[in-house]
């Protein structure tokens, strides 16, 4: 309700009649009516405030909890990058052509878990060198026709989820 519809509802002792007569009003009733209202005008602008301030905690901790979900989720995923990688150099190794399907299955069955979380592999061969998603581990020198700072290997696979780098790819760039 606004000021001016309380002033409206505001009987004042004037208006009221008594035995026929009008009561005089004094500027003392006048002074606590106006004191009063403006009293309740304040503790609705603090209200709205401490609503709205409530309003903002709530949606800014529903983020945070949803990021730390997110963070700890990517950990886990991160902490699989290592199995990756043994499933990788046991598939490049392996002789036996039984042996080798089997450890195809399990490394794809791995890659389609990485998909479904929607992590990609960072694969910079053959790219200009890019700080924010790789590490250059070793510098060798360019061949002919090569142009320097080029990715010519990768060490480590790294992997992103969105923009965010999971894991940095190391990697071996000419000189």
């Keep these: ?28 009733w006048q002074e606590e009516a106006e004191k ?5 005008e304040e503790s609705k602008r603090k209200w709205y405030a401490v609503t709205a301030e409530y309003e903002n905690y ?14 700890g989720r990517n950990d886990v995923i991160a902490a699989l990058f290592p199995i990756g990688d043994n499933l ?9 052509e039984n042996t080798k399907k089997g450890l195809e299955m399990v490394l794809g069955a ?4 990485l998909e479904g979380e929607g992590v990609v592999e ?6 200009p060198f890019d700080a924010a998603e790789a590490e250059a581990i070793m510098a060798v020198p ?10 010519k290997q990768v060490y480590v696979k790294g992997y992103k989820k969105g ?13």
């Design 88 to 96: 990788g150099r046991a598939l490049d190794s392996c002789t036996d």
């Design 36 to 40: 009063a209202l403006a009293e309740a």
């Design 110 to 113: 791995y890659k389609k878990v």
């Design 142 to 151: 360019a061949e002919n026709g090569e142009e320097t700072g080029i990715v």
């Design 1 to 28: 309700m606004e000021n001016e519809e309380l002033k409206e509802k505001i009987e004042t002792p004037c208006e009221k009649e008594e035995k026929g007569a009008k009561k005089k009003c004094g500027k003392k």
């Design 58 to 71: 709530r949606r800014r901790t529903q983020n945070q909890a949803a990021q730390r979900y997110q963070d």
């Design 122 to 127: 960072i694969d910079p061969i053959g790219q």
């Design 163 to 175: 923009e965010k780098v999971l894991r940095y790819a190391q990697v071996i760039v000419t000189q």
